[in-house]
Protein backbone atom coordinates (compact mmCIF):
# COMPACT_ATOMS: atom_id res chain seq x y z
CA UNK A 1 0.00 0.00 0.00
CA UNK A 2 3.00 2.57 -1.25
CA UNK A 3 1.31 6.05 -1.87
CA UNK A 4 3.00 5.50 -5.17
CA UNK A 5 0.28 3.18 -6.30
CA UNK A 6 -0.68 4.82 -9.63
CA UNK A 7 -3.66 7.09 -9.20
CA UNK A 8 -7.02 5.54 -10.12
CA UNK A 9 -8.63 8.94 -10.14
CA UNK A 10 -6.98 12.42 -10.09
CA UNK A 11 -8.68 15.88 -9.49
CA UNK A 12 -7.83 19.24 -9.52
CA UNK A 13 -9.78 22.23 -8.45
CA UNK A 14 -13.00 20.34 -9.20
CA UNK A 15 -15.93 22.53 -9.28
CA UNK A 16 -19.65 21.98 -10.23
CA UNK A 17 -22.22 24.68 -9.89
CA UNK A 18 -25.55 24.14 -10.18
CA UNK A 19 -27.07 27.65 -11.14
CA UNK A 20 -26.11 29.49 -8.18
CA UNK A 21 -25.67 26.99 -6.04
CA UNK A 22 -22.12 25.51 -5.60
CA UNK A 23 -22.09 21.33 -4.99
CA UNK A 24 -18.47 21.14 -5.65
CA UNK A 25 -15.62 23.82 -4.93
CA UNK A 26 -12.18 23.29 -5.57
CA UNK A 27 -11.62 19.60 -5.12
CA UNK A 28 -8.23 18.56 -5.44
CA UNK A 29 -8.18 14.68 -4.36
CA UNK A 30 -6.15 11.67 -5.39
CA UNK A 31 -7.24 7.98 -4.96
CA UNK A 32 -4.42 5.39 -5.86
CA UNK A 33 -5.06 2.22 -7.07
CA UNK A 34 -6.56 -0.46 -5.48
CA UNK A 35 -7.94 1.23 -2.21
CA UNK A 36 -11.24 0.71 -0.60
CA UNK A 37 -12.15 4.49 -0.50
CA UNK A 38 -15.01 6.22 1.84
CA UNK A 39 -16.21 9.70 0.61
CA UNK A 40 -17.63 10.19 3.86
CA UNK A 41 -19.46 14.01 4.55
CA UNK A 42 -22.81 15.11 5.95
CA UNK A 43 -25.79 14.77 3.79
CA UNK A 44 -25.65 17.99 1.06
CA UNK A 45 -21.87 17.87 1.23
CA UNK A 46 -21.48 17.32 -2.53
CA UNK A 47 -21.10 13.06 -2.42
CA UNK A 48 -23.47 12.50 -4.84
CA UNK A 49 -22.52 15.20 -7.07
CA UNK A 50 -18.54 14.10 -6.81
CA UNK A 51 -19.62 10.54 -7.59
CA UNK A 52 -21.59 11.43 -10.74
CA UNK A 53 -18.63 13.58 -12.24
CA UNK A 54 -16.24 10.80 -11.57
CA UNK A 55 -18.82 8.29 -13.46
CA UNK A 56 -19.24 11.00 -16.38
CA UNK A 57 -23.06 11.23 -15.62
CA UNK A 58 -22.62 15.10 -14.78
CA UNK A 59 -19.82 17.48 -16.17
CA UNK A 60 -17.59 19.42 -14.10
CA UNK A 61 -18.05 23.65 -14.27
CA UNK A 62 -14.43 23.81 -14.05
CA UNK A 63 -11.08 22.18 -12.99
CA UNK A 64 -9.52 18.77 -14.28
CA UNK A 65 -10.78 15.16 -13.63
CA UNK A 66 -8.99 12.28 -14.54
CA UNK A 67 -10.36 8.86 -13.76
CA UNK A 68 -8.87 5.45 -15.25
CA UNK A 69 -6.40 7.78 -16.86
CA UNK A 70 -8.83 9.44 -18.71
CA UNK A 71 -11.78 12.48 -18.59
CA UNK A 72 -14.54 10.94 -17.76
CA UNK A 73 -17.44 11.20 -20.60
CA UNK A 74 -20.12 8.77 -22.30
CA UNK A 75 -18.13 6.84 -24.49
CA UNK A 76 -17.89 2.86 -23.93
CA UNK A 77 -14.50 2.58 -23.76
CA UNK A 78 -14.17 4.47 -20.56
CA UNK A 79 -17.37 3.50 -19.52
CA UNK A 80 -16.67 -0.27 -19.87
CA UNK A 81 -13.94 0.70 -17.05
CA UNK A 82 -16.33 2.15 -14.46
CA UNK A 83 -19.01 0.56 -12.50
CA UNK A 84 -21.82 2.86 -11.13
CA UNK A 85 -24.41 2.23 -8.47
CA UNK A 86 -26.62 5.31 -7.91
CA UNK A 87 -28.12 6.26 -4.28
CA UNK A 88 -31.73 5.05 -4.84
CA UNK A 89 -30.46 2.02 -6.76
CA UNK A 90 -32.34 2.37 -9.90
CA UNK A 91 -33.74 -0.96 -11.89
CA UNK A 92 -36.05 -1.13 -14.07
CA UNK A 93 -38.57 -1.89 -12.00
CA UNK A 94 -40.80 -4.35 -13.99
CA UNK A 95 -38.25 -6.62 -15.50
CA UNK A 96 -36.72 -9.38 -13.40
CA UNK A 97 -33.35 -10.00 -12.43
CA UNK A 98 -33.00 -12.12 -14.90
CA UNK A 99 -33.93 -9.71 -17.76
CA UNK A 100 -31.39 -7.09 -16.21
CA UNK A 101 -28.50 -9.46 -16.44
CA UNK A 102 -29.96 -9.98 -20.39
CA UNK A 103 -29.87 -6.53 -20.41
CA UNK A 104 -26.21 -6.11 -19.30
CA UNK A 105 -25.10 -8.92 -21.40
CA UNK A 106 -26.46 -6.63 -24.53
CA UNK A 107 -25.12 -3.62 -23.50
CA UNK A 108 -21.66 -4.39 -22.41
CA UNK A 109 -18.51 -6.17 -24.39
CA UNK A 110 -17.53 -7.39 -21.18
CA UNK A 111 -19.69 -9.42 -18.87
CA UNK A 112 -20.35 -12.16 -16.72
CA UNK A 113 -23.52 -12.85 -16.08
CA UNK A 114 -22.78 -16.33 -14.40
CA UNK A 115 -21.75 -14.32 -10.93
CA UNK A 116 -24.77 -12.66 -11.04
CA UNK A 117 -26.95 -15.79 -11.21
CA UNK A 118 -24.04 -17.21 -8.41
CA UNK A 119 -24.84 -14.51 -6.37
CA UNK A 120 -28.21 -14.37 -6.20
CA UNK A 121 -29.19 -17.68 -5.99
CA UNK A 122 -26.51 -17.63 -2.97
CA UNK A 123 -28.95 -14.91 -1.30
CA UNK A 124 -31.79 -16.86 -2.12
CA UNK A 125 -32.60 -13.64 -4.74
CA UNK A 126 -35.54 -15.34 -7.43
CA UNK A 127 -34.44 -14.28 -10.87
CA UNK A 128 -37.63 -14.57 -12.26
CA UNK A 129 -39.72 -12.21 -9.86
CA UNK A 130 -39.87 -8.24 -11.58
CA UNK A 131 -37.22 -6.33 -9.48
CA UNK A 132 -40.14 -3.75 -8.07
CA UNK A 133 -41.53 -6.90 -5.79
CA UNK A 134 -37.91 -7.15 -4.50
CA UNK A 135 -36.70 -6.13 -0.33
CA UNK A 136 -34.24 -3.07 -0.99
CA UNK A 137 -31.52 -5.50 0.13
CA UNK A 138 -32.19 -7.96 -2.62
CA UNK A 139 -32.09 -5.01 -4.93
CA UNK A 140 -28.98 -3.79 -3.54
CA UNK A 141 -27.94 -7.00 -3.88
CA UNK A 142 -29.05 -7.36 -7.18
CA UNK A 143 -27.39 -3.93 -8.02
CA UNK A 144 -23.80 -4.88 -6.76
CA UNK A 145 -23.79 -7.81 -8.29
CA UNK A 146 -25.31 -6.30 -11.58
CA UNK A 147 -22.51 -3.81 -11.40
CA UNK A 148 -19.53 -5.97 -10.72
CA UNK A 149 -20.84 -8.19 -13.85
CA UNK A 150 -19.01 -5.51 -15.95
CA UNK A 151 -15.72 -6.56 -14.08
CA UNK A 152 -14.57 -2.72 -13.79
CA UNK A 153 -11.77 -1.27 -12.64
CA UNK A 154 -13.21 1.09 -10.49
CA UNK A 155 -16.48 1.21 -8.48
CA UNK A 156 -18.34 4.51 -7.57
CA UNK A 157 -21.06 3.79 -4.64
CA UNK A 158 -23.40 6.23 -3.69
CA UNK A 159 -24.77 5.79 -0.43
CA UNK A 160 -25.25 1.91 -0.99
CA UNK A 161 -26.11 1.11 2.55
CA UNK A 162 -28.27 4.03 3.37
CA UNK A 163 -31.53 2.37 3.00
CA UNK A 164 -30.75 -1.46 4.41
CA UNK A 165 -31.17 -2.94 7.65
CA UNK A 166 -28.28 -3.71 9.40
CA UNK A 167 -28.56 -7.65 8.12
CA UNK A 168 -28.70 -6.27 4.82
CA UNK A 169 -26.09 -3.46 5.27
CA UNK A 170 -23.59 -6.27 6.31
CA UNK A 171 -24.19 -8.94 3.70
CA UNK A 172 -23.74 -5.97 1.28
CA UNK A 173 -20.48 -4.52 2.59
CA UNK A 174 -19.28 -8.42 2.70
CA UNK A 175 -20.59 -9.45 -0.87
CA UNK A 176 -18.49 -5.96 -1.42
CA UNK A 177 -15.09 -6.96 -0.14
CA UNK A 178 -15.58 -10.05 -1.48
CA UNK A 179 -15.46 -8.58 -4.89
CA UNK A 180 -12.23 -6.39 -3.60
CA UNK A 181 -10.63 -9.48 -2.36
CA UNK A 182 -10.41 -11.27 -5.83
CA UNK A 183 -9.07 -8.44 -8.34
CA UNK A 184 -8.23 -5.88 -9.66
CA UNK A 185 -10.35 -3.13 -8.33
CA UNK A 186 -10.79 0.03 -6.48
CA UNK A 187 -13.86 1.68 -5.11
CA UNK A 188 -15.08 4.66 -3.55
CA UNK A 189 -18.27 4.30 -1.43
CA UNK A 190 -20.08 7.41 0.20
CA UNK A 191 -21.97 7.58 3.02
CA UNK A 192 -23.29 9.82 5.74
CA UNK A 193 -22.33 7.61 8.34
CA UNK A 194 -18.76 6.80 9.27
CA UNK A 195 -19.57 3.51 11.44
CA UNK A 196 -21.02 2.27 7.58
CA UNK A 197 -17.48 1.86 6.33
CA UNK A 198 -14.86 2.27 9.03
CA UNK A 199 -14.34 -1.14 8.93
CA UNK A 200 -13.54 -2.00 5.45
CA UNK A 201 -11.90 1.75 4.24
CA UNK A 202 -8.23 2.32 4.11
CA UNK A 203 -8.91 5.51 2.37
CA UNK A 204 -10.88 8.31 3.18
CA UNK A 205 -12.35 11.48 1.23
CA UNK A 206 -13.96 14.12 3.88
CA UNK A 207 -16.41 16.29 2.18
CA UNK A 208 -18.08 19.10 4.03
CA UNK A 209 -19.97 22.65 2.90
CA UNK A 210 -19.16 21.08 -1.00
CA UNK A 211 -15.13 21.14 -0.10
CA UNK A 212 -12.43 19.06 0.52
CA UNK A 213 -11.71 18.40 4.13
CA UNK A 214 -9.40 15.32 3.93
CA UNK A 215 -7.81 12.94 1.84
CA UNK A 216 -5.69 10.60 2.36
CA UNK A 217 -4.97 6.72 3.36
CA UNK A 218 -6.52 5.93 7.02
CA UNK A 219 -3.01 4.84 8.46
CA UNK A 220 -1.54 7.63 7.23
CA UNK A 221 -4.31 10.16 8.17
CA UNK A 222 -4.16 8.22 11.52
CA UNK A 223 -0.66 8.97 12.38
CA UNK A 224 -0.31 12.67 11.11
CA UNK A 225 -2.66 13.75 13.71
CA UNK A 226 -2.94 13.75 17.38
CA UNK A 227 -5.37 13.96 20.65
CA UNK A 228 -3.63 16.42 23.00
CA UNK A 229 -5.57 16.90 26.55
CA UNK A 230 -4.65 19.03 29.17
CA UNK A 231 -5.88 22.10 31.41
CA UNK A 232 -7.41 24.76 30.11
CA UNK A 233 -4.59 27.03 29.03
CA UNK A 234 -3.11 29.44 26.01
CA UNK A 235 -2.37 26.64 23.19
CA UNK A 236 -0.84 29.97 21.03
CA UNK A 237 2.29 28.16 21.25
CA UNK A 238 1.41 24.65 19.98
CA UNK A 239 -0.95 26.08 17.23
CA UNK A 240 1.63 27.84 16.34
CA UNK A 241 3.62 24.42 15.77
CA UNK A 242 1.14 22.57 14.87
CA UNK A 243 -1.98 22.68 12.61
CA UNK A 244 -5.16 23.40 14.93
CA UNK A 245 -8.29 21.40 13.26
CA UNK A 246 -10.04 21.15 16.69
CA UNK A 247 -10.66 22.32 20.11
CA UNK A 248 -12.80 21.79 23.15
CA UNK A 249 -12.31 24.02 25.82
CA UNK A 250 -14.30 23.14 28.71
CA UNK A 251 -13.50 25.36 32.47
CA UNK A 252 -10.90 22.85 33.21
CA UNK A 253 -9.46 20.80 30.32
CA UNK A 254 -9.01 21.36 26.66
CA UNK A 255 -8.59 18.92 24.50
CA UNK A 256 -6.88 19.50 20.71
CA UNK A 257 -6.78 17.66 17.57
CA UNK A 258 -3.66 18.47 15.69
CA UNK A 259 -2.19 17.90 12.67
CA UNK A 260 1.85 17.45 14.08
CA UNK A 261 4.71 18.77 12.40
CA UNK A 262 7.43 16.51 14.25
CA UNK A 263 7.02 15.72 17.84
CA UNK A 264 4.58 17.75 20.87
CA UNK A 265 6.77 19.07 23.33
CA UNK A 266 4.11 20.68 26.08
CA UNK A 267 4.63 18.54 29.14
CA UNK A 268 0.92 20.04 29.98
CA UNK A 269 -0.42 17.83 27.48
CA UNK A 270 -1.40 14.07 27.21
CA UNK A 271 -1.13 12.77 23.96
CA UNK A 272 -3.23 10.23 22.53
CA UNK A 273 -3.53 8.26 19.21
CA UNK A 274 -6.68 9.48 17.31
CA UNK A 275 -9.21 7.54 16.30
CA UNK A 276 -10.58 7.68 12.84
CA UNK A 277 -14.05 8.66 14.23
CA UNK A 278 -12.23 10.96 16.31
CA UNK A 279 -10.53 12.55 13.25
CA UNK A 280 -13.72 13.26 10.88
CA UNK A 281 -15.64 14.65 13.44
CA UNK A 282 -12.60 16.45 14.07
CA UNK A 283 -12.65 18.12 10.92
CA UNK A 284 -16.58 18.20 10.53
CA UNK A 285 -16.68 19.93 13.79
CA UNK A 286 -14.51 22.50 12.33
CA UNK A 287 -16.70 22.77 9.46
CA UNK A 288 -19.64 23.39 11.29
CA UNK A 289 -17.59 25.78 13.61
CA UNK A 290 -19.18 24.49 16.64
CA UNK A 291 -17.42 21.19 19.16
CA UNK A 292 -18.58 18.36 17.82
CA UNK A 293 -20.07 16.09 20.52
CA UNK A 294 -17.48 13.36 20.90
CA UNK A 295 -19.80 10.32 22.19
CA UNK A 296 -21.82 10.74 18.64
CA UNK A 297 -20.80 8.12 16.21
CA UNK A 298 -23.13 9.81 13.74
CA UNK A 299 -21.43 12.98 11.53
CA UNK A 300 -24.89 14.76 9.63
CA UNK A 301 -27.45 13.25 12.09
CA UNK A 302 -29.01 10.21 11.71
CA UNK A 303 -31.02 10.31 8.14
CA UNK B 1 -29.56 -2.12 -27.29
CA UNK B 2 -32.22 -3.08 -29.64
CA UNK B 3 -33.01 -6.28 -27.23
CA UNK B 4 -33.27 -3.36 -24.19
CA UNK B 5 -35.87 -1.40 -26.21
CA UNK B 6 -37.90 -4.30 -27.03
CA UNK B 7 -38.06 -5.85 -23.85
CA UNK B 8 -38.96 -2.10 -21.93
CA UNK B 9 -41.78 -1.67 -24.97
CA UNK B 10 -43.32 -4.73 -25.96
CA UNK B 11 -46.28 -4.42 -24.14
CA UNK B 12 -47.01 -1.27 -25.99
CA UNK B 13 -46.08 -2.87 -28.70
CA UNK B 14 -48.59 -5.58 -28.28
CA UNK B 15 -51.24 -3.36 -27.28
CA UNK B 16 -50.53 -1.58 -30.53
CA UNK B 17 -50.50 -4.11 -32.38
CA UNK B 18 -53.80 -5.61 -31.15
CA UNK B 19 -55.55 -2.26 -31.55
CA UNK B 20 -54.27 -2.26 -34.92
CA UNK B 21 -55.64 -5.87 -35.72
CA UNK B 22 -59.25 -5.06 -34.79
CA UNK B 23 -59.07 -2.07 -36.85
CA UNK B 24 -58.07 -3.76 -39.87
CA UNK B 25 -60.33 -6.33 -39.68
CA UNK B 26 -63.43 -3.82 -39.06
CA UNK B 27 -62.17 -2.05 -41.94
CA UNK B 28 -61.70 -4.30 -44.00
CA UNK B 29 -65.06 -6.14 -43.97
CA UNK B 30 -66.61 -2.77 -43.67
CA UNK B 31 -64.68 -1.43 -47.07
CA UNK B 32 -65.53 -4.83 -48.97
CA UNK B 33 -69.44 -4.19 -48.16
CA UNK B 34 -68.99 -0.35 -49.36
CA UNK B 35 -67.04 -0.89 -52.10
CA UNK B 36 -69.69 -3.43 -53.50
CA UNK B 37 -72.55 -1.36 -52.54
CA UNK B 38 -71.02 1.79 -54.29
CA UNK B 39 -70.25 -0.81 -57.60
CA UNK B 40 -73.54 -2.25 -57.28
CA UNK B 41 -74.98 1.27 -57.03
CA UNK B 42 -73.12 2.75 -60.25
CA UNK B 43 -74.45 -0.05 -62.17
CA UNK B 44 -77.93 0.42 -61.43
CA UNK B 45 -77.57 4.58 -61.85
CA UNK B 46 -75.76 4.39 -65.40
CA UNK B 47 -78.93 1.90 -66.32
CA UNK B 48 -81.14 4.78 -65.23
CA UNK B 49 -78.96 8.00 -66.10
CA UNK B 50 -78.96 9.22 -63.27
CA UNK B 51 -75.25 8.93 -61.80
CA UNK B 52 -75.13 12.72 -62.21
CA UNK B 53 -77.21 13.06 -58.58
CA UNK B 54 -75.96 9.78 -57.07
CA UNK B 55 -73.95 11.95 -54.53
CA UNK B 56 -77.70 13.02 -53.50
CA UNK B 57 -79.06 9.35 -52.91
CA UNK B 58 -76.60 6.91 -52.00
CA UNK B 59 -75.41 6.76 -48.24
CA UNK B 60 -72.24 4.76 -48.04
CA UNK B 61 -71.26 2.41 -44.90
CA UNK B 62 -72.60 2.79 -41.04
CA UNK B 63 -72.31 6.05 -39.32
CA UNK B 64 -70.38 3.80 -36.61
CA UNK B 65 -67.42 2.78 -38.53
CA UNK B 66 -68.05 6.70 -40.66
CA UNK B 67 -67.05 8.05 -36.91
CA UNK B 68 -64.47 5.58 -36.43
CA UNK B 69 -62.21 6.44 -39.47
CA UNK B 70 -62.81 10.15 -38.90
CA UNK B 71 -61.67 9.42 -35.00
CA UNK B 72 -58.58 8.03 -36.74
CA UNK B 73 -57.01 11.86 -36.74
CA UNK B 74 -56.54 11.31 -32.99
CA UNK B 75 -54.04 8.82 -33.95
CA UNK B 76 -50.69 10.33 -33.95
CA UNK B 77 -51.69 12.17 -30.83
CA UNK B 78 -51.84 9.50 -28.92
CA UNK B 79 -48.79 7.81 -30.28
CA UNK B 80 -47.07 11.02 -29.14
CA UNK B 81 -48.81 10.68 -25.56
CA UNK B 82 -47.82 7.17 -24.76
CA UNK B 83 -45.22 6.18 -26.92
CA UNK B 84 -43.00 9.95 -27.32
CA UNK B 85 -43.98 11.46 -23.93
CA UNK B 86 -42.74 8.31 -21.46
CA UNK B 87 -39.44 7.43 -23.93
CA UNK B 88 -36.88 9.19 -21.93
CA UNK B 89 -38.85 11.13 -19.26
CA UNK B 90 -39.84 7.95 -17.59
CA UNK B 91 -35.97 6.89 -17.36
CA UNK B 92 -35.01 10.39 -15.78
CA UNK B 93 -38.11 9.76 -13.30
CA UNK B 94 -37.16 6.55 -11.98
CA UNK B 95 -33.08 7.15 -12.82
CA UNK B 96 -32.66 4.22 -14.77
CA UNK B 97 -30.55 6.65 -17.12
CA UNK B 98 -27.98 6.70 -14.60
CA UNK B 99 -28.81 2.54 -14.78
CA UNK B 100 -28.28 2.57 -18.70
CA UNK B 101 -25.78 5.47 -19.51
CA UNK B 102 -23.22 3.83 -17.18
CA UNK B 103 -23.38 0.62 -19.14
CA UNK B 104 -21.06 -0.37 -21.96
CA UNK B 105 -23.08 1.74 -24.76
CA UNK B 106 -22.62 5.47 -25.27
CA UNK B 107 -25.35 7.58 -24.25
CA UNK B 108 -25.58 8.57 -28.07
CA UNK B 109 -26.17 5.04 -29.25
CA UNK B 110 -28.72 4.87 -26.12
CA UNK B 111 -30.59 7.77 -27.59
CA UNK B 112 -30.29 7.10 -31.37
CA UNK B 113 -31.72 3.19 -30.60
CA UNK B 114 -34.21 4.38 -28.82
CA UNK B 115 -35.72 7.07 -30.68
CA UNK B 116 -34.87 5.15 -34.09
CA UNK B 117 -37.25 2.63 -33.07
CA UNK B 118 -40.20 5.40 -31.94
CA UNK B 119 -39.86 6.93 -34.97
CA UNK B 120 -39.82 3.51 -36.71
CA UNK B 121 -42.49 2.47 -35.01
CA UNK B 122 -44.83 5.71 -35.40
CA UNK B 123 -44.26 5.55 -38.83
CA UNK B 124 -45.37 2.19 -39.02
CA UNK B 125 -48.10 2.29 -36.92
CA UNK B 126 -49.32 5.74 -38.28
CA UNK B 127 -48.61 4.61 -41.97
CA UNK B 128 -50.67 1.57 -41.60
CA UNK B 129 -54.28 2.94 -40.10
CA UNK B 130 -54.00 5.76 -42.55
CA UNK B 131 -53.44 3.32 -45.90
CA UNK B 132 -56.30 1.01 -43.82
CA UNK B 133 -58.68 4.10 -44.08
CA UNK B 134 -57.18 5.51 -47.31
CA UNK B 135 -58.23 1.91 -48.61
CA UNK B 136 -61.81 1.70 -47.12
CA UNK B 137 -62.63 5.68 -48.29
CA UNK B 138 -62.10 5.18 -51.79
CA UNK B 139 -65.72 4.60 -52.74
CA UNK B 140 -66.48 7.58 -50.56
CA UNK B 141 -63.79 9.59 -52.36
CA UNK B 142 -64.81 8.54 -55.89
CA UNK B 143 -68.83 9.30 -54.76
CA UNK B 144 -68.37 12.49 -52.94
CA UNK B 145 -65.05 14.12 -54.32
CA UNK B 146 -64.07 15.48 -50.42
CA UNK B 147 -60.94 13.57 -49.67
CA UNK B 148 -58.96 17.30 -50.04
CA UNK B 149 -61.14 18.94 -47.47
CA UNK B 150 -59.34 19.15 -43.97
CA UNK B 151 -61.60 15.88 -42.59
CA UNK B 152 -60.48 13.15 -44.95
CA UNK B 153 -56.89 15.19 -45.98
CA UNK B 154 -55.99 14.95 -42.50
CA UNK B 155 -56.68 11.07 -42.26
CA UNK B 156 -55.54 9.84 -45.26
CA UNK B 157 -52.50 9.36 -47.55
CA UNK B 158 -49.06 10.46 -46.02
CA UNK B 159 -49.78 13.01 -44.18
CA UNK B 160 -50.56 11.05 -40.93
CA UNK B 161 -47.11 9.58 -41.18
CA UNK B 162 -46.17 12.88 -40.98
CA UNK B 163 -48.04 13.75 -38.08
CA UNK B 164 -47.18 10.03 -36.20
CA UNK B 165 -42.96 11.07 -36.63
CA UNK B 166 -44.17 14.54 -35.59
CA UNK B 167 -45.90 13.73 -32.57
CA UNK B 168 -43.55 11.06 -31.36
CA UNK B 169 -40.49 13.36 -31.38
CA UNK B 170 -42.57 16.14 -30.05
CA UNK B 171 -42.89 13.52 -27.03
CA UNK B 172 -39.47 12.95 -27.12
CA UNK B 173 -38.76 16.36 -27.07
CA UNK B 174 -40.69 17.14 -24.13
CA UNK B 175 -39.85 14.30 -21.98
CA UNK B 176 -36.12 15.20 -22.56
CA UNK B 177 -36.79 18.46 -21.06
CA UNK B 178 -39.39 18.16 -18.77
CA UNK B 179 -38.12 14.93 -17.51
CA UNK B 180 -41.35 14.31 -16.16
CA UNK B 181 -43.70 11.61 -18.24
CA UNK B 182 -46.96 13.11 -17.57
CA UNK B 183 -46.13 17.03 -17.85
CA UNK B 184 -44.48 15.92 -20.86
CA UNK B 185 -47.42 13.81 -21.98
CA UNK B 186 -49.58 17.05 -22.03
CA UNK B 187 -47.25 19.36 -23.82
CA UNK B 188 -47.63 16.98 -26.23
CA UNK B 189 -51.18 17.26 -26.40
CA UNK B 190 -51.53 20.84 -26.31
CA UNK B 191 -47.97 21.64 -29.22
CA UNK B 192 -49.29 19.24 -30.96
CA UNK B 193 -53.09 19.86 -32.04
CA UNK B 194 -51.63 23.92 -31.77
CA UNK B 195 -49.32 23.51 -34.77
CA UNK B 196 -51.96 21.17 -36.83
CA UNK B 197 -54.59 23.53 -36.29
CA UNK B 198 -51.88 26.49 -37.42
CA UNK B 199 -50.63 24.86 -40.41
CA UNK B 200 -54.14 23.03 -41.39
CA UNK B 201 -55.67 26.42 -41.27
CA UNK B 202 -53.08 29.27 -42.17
CA UNK B 203 -50.60 27.46 -44.53
CA UNK B 204 -51.80 24.41 -46.13
CA UNK B 205 -54.07 26.75 -48.55
CA UNK B 206 -51.14 28.24 -49.93
CA UNK B 207 -48.62 25.61 -50.56
CA UNK B 208 -49.20 26.51 -54.12
CA UNK B 209 -51.01 29.33 -55.58
CA UNK B 210 -54.74 28.91 -55.66
CA UNK B 211 -56.09 28.73 -58.81
CA UNK B 212 -59.16 31.25 -59.79
CA UNK B 213 -62.03 30.03 -61.97
CA UNK B 214 -64.82 32.98 -63.03
CA UNK B 215 -67.89 31.77 -64.40
CA UNK B 216 -71.41 32.23 -65.13
CA UNK B 217 -74.77 32.21 -62.98
CA UNK B 218 -76.49 31.11 -66.73
CA UNK B 219 -73.47 28.12 -66.99
CA UNK B 220 -71.82 27.63 -63.67
CA UNK B 221 -69.16 25.18 -64.35
CA UNK B 222 -66.89 23.92 -61.14
CA UNK B 223 -63.87 22.09 -61.29
CA UNK B 224 -64.06 18.63 -61.61
CA UNK B 225 -62.95 15.38 -59.06
CA UNK B 226 -62.31 16.57 -55.38
CA UNK B 227 -60.61 20.35 -56.02
CA UNK B 228 -60.75 21.75 -52.58
CA UNK B 229 -62.39 25.59 -52.26
CA UNK B 230 -60.31 27.92 -51.00
CA UNK B 231 -62.26 30.89 -51.23
CA UNK B 232 -65.59 32.18 -53.49
CA UNK B 233 -67.47 35.18 -53.84
CA UNK B 234 -69.38 37.59 -56.71
CA UNK B 235 -67.73 39.98 -58.98
CA UNK B 236 -69.41 43.11 -60.09
CA UNK B 237 -68.48 45.68 -62.16
CA UNK B 238 -67.13 47.78 -59.05
CA UNK B 239 -64.81 45.02 -57.99
CA UNK B 240 -65.57 41.67 -55.82
CA UNK B 241 -68.78 42.21 -53.45
CA UNK B 242 -68.10 41.09 -50.01
CA UNK B 243 -69.19 38.16 -48.63
CA UNK B 244 -71.71 37.54 -45.90
CA UNK B 245 -69.01 37.43 -42.99
CA UNK B 246 -67.87 40.77 -43.97
CA UNK B 247 -70.96 42.65 -44.62
CA UNK B 248 -73.33 41.39 -41.42
CA UNK B 249 -76.06 38.31 -41.37
CA UNK B 250 -79.62 39.17 -43.62
CA UNK B 251 -80.43 37.05 -46.55
CA UNK B 252 -77.14 35.60 -48.52
CA UNK B 253 -77.09 33.78 -51.68
CA UNK B 254 -74.30 30.70 -51.42
CA UNK B 255 -71.56 30.27 -54.10
CA UNK B 256 -70.39 26.93 -53.75
CA UNK B 257 -70.51 26.58 -49.60
CA UNK B 258 -69.26 30.70 -49.83
CA UNK B 259 -72.08 32.92 -48.52
CA UNK B 260 -72.48 36.43 -50.21
CA UNK B 261 -75.02 38.97 -48.81
CA UNK B 262 -78.22 39.61 -50.82
CA UNK B 263 -77.65 43.57 -49.49
CA UNK B 264 -74.61 44.00 -51.47
CA UNK B 265 -76.57 43.43 -55.36
CA UNK B 266 -77.55 45.66 -57.29
CA UNK B 267 -81.52 46.40 -55.57
CA UNK B 268 -83.14 45.61 -58.84
CA UNK B 269 -82.54 42.46 -59.19
CA UNK B 270 -82.42 41.52 -55.21
CA UNK B 271 -86.43 41.89 -55.71
CA UNK B 272 -86.52 39.28 -58.28
CA UNK B 273 -84.06 36.49 -56.07
CA UNK B 274 -87.38 35.25 -53.91
CA UNK B 275 -89.27 34.26 -57.54
CA UNK B 276 -86.38 31.88 -58.26
CA UNK B 277 -82.94 31.87 -60.25
CA UNK B 278 -84.59 31.85 -63.80
CA UNK B 279 -85.09 35.53 -63.29
CA UNK B 280 -82.53 36.41 -60.75
CA UNK B 281 -79.31 34.91 -62.27
CA UNK B 282 -79.90 36.68 -65.82
CA UNK B 283 -80.74 39.66 -63.69
CA UNK B 284 -77.13 39.47 -62.05
CA UNK B 285 -75.49 38.27 -65.21
CA UNK B 286 -76.81 41.64 -67.08
CA UNK B 287 -75.61 43.97 -64.52
CA UNK B 288 -71.94 42.50 -65.40
CA UNK B 289 -72.20 40.32 -61.99
CA UNK B 290 -70.53 37.02 -62.54
CA UNK B 291 -69.54 34.32 -59.30
CA UNK B 292 -65.67 33.17 -59.27
CA UNK B 293 -64.25 30.66 -57.00
CA UNK B 294 -60.45 30.17 -55.79
CA UNK B 295 -59.23 26.77 -55.43
CA UNK B 296 -56.75 24.09 -55.65
CA UNK B 297 -57.52 21.76 -58.11
CA UNK B 298 -57.75 17.79 -57.49
CA UNK B 299 -55.03 17.27 -59.51
CA UNK B 300 -52.85 18.73 -56.74
CA UNK B 301 -54.15 15.86 -54.00
CA UNK B 302 -50.61 14.13 -53.91
CA UNK B 303 -48.40 17.21 -53.93
CA UNK B 304 -50.36 18.86 -50.68
CA UNK B 305 -49.82 15.42 -49.48
CA UNK B 306 -46.12 15.17 -49.85
CA UNK B 307 -45.32 19.09 -48.88
CA UNK B 308 -47.75 18.97 -45.62
CA UNK B 309 -45.96 15.49 -44.80
CA UNK B 310 -42.61 16.71 -45.48
CA UNK B 311 -43.28 19.76 -42.93
CA UNK B 312 -44.21 17.58 -40.55
CA UNK B 313 -41.12 15.43 -41.32
CA UNK B 314 -38.63 18.27 -41.04
CA UNK B 315 -40.44 19.79 -37.54
CA UNK B 316 -39.55 15.68 -36.14
CA UNK B 317 -35.84 15.82 -37.61
CA UNK B 318 -35.77 19.60 -35.70
CA UNK B 319 -37.48 18.33 -32.50
CA UNK B 320 -35.03 14.90 -32.56
CA UNK B 321 -32.09 17.55 -32.60
CA UNK B 322 -33.50 19.10 -29.75
CA UNK B 323 -33.89 16.49 -27.93
CA UNK B 324 -29.80 14.81 -28.97
CA UNK B 325 -28.62 17.99 -27.73
CA UNK B 326 -30.37 18.10 -25.03
CA UNK B 327 -29.99 14.76 -23.55
CA UNK B 328 -26.41 14.04 -24.68
CA UNK B 329 -25.25 18.19 -23.23
CA UNK B 330 -27.06 17.85 -19.91
CA UNK B 331 -26.29 15.90 -16.65
CA UNK B 332 -27.64 12.73 -16.32
Not at chain 2, 281 to 293: E, M, N, Q, S
Amino acid sequence: MASSDPAVIQTRALSKRYRKVAALTDCTIIVPEGRISALIGPNGAGKTTLLRLLAGLARPTGGDIAVLGTRPGQDPAFLAGIGFLAQEIPLYRRMSAADHIRIGAHLNARWDGTSVRQRLESLGIPLGQAVGTLSGGQRAQLALALTLAKRPRLLLLDEPVAALDPLARRQFLAHLAEAVAGGDLSVVLSSHLLADLERICDHLVLLAGSRVQLCGDVDALLAEHQILVGPRKDTTAIERDHTLVHAVRTPRQTTLLIRRNGPVVDPAFETADVSLEELVLGYMGQHAGGPAPAHQSAIGGDQ
Amino acid sequence: MTWLVWRQHRNQAYIAAAVLAALAVLLLVSGRQMASQYQSARASCAASHTCSNLANTLSLGTPAVSLLVTLTVVVPCLLGVFWGGPLVAREFETGTSQFAWTQGVSRSRWLAVKIGWALLAAAAWGGAVSALVTWWSSPVNALRHQNFRAAQFDIQGVVPVGYALFAVALGIAAGALLRRTLPAMAITVGVFTFVRLVIGQDFRSHYLTALTKTFSFLHPAFPQGSYWLVSGGVVGPGGQVPSASQAGGGPHLSIDGVPISMSNLPAACRTLAFQGPFKFFPCLTARGYHPFITYQPASRYWAFQGIEAGIFVLIAAALVAVTAIVVLRRDA
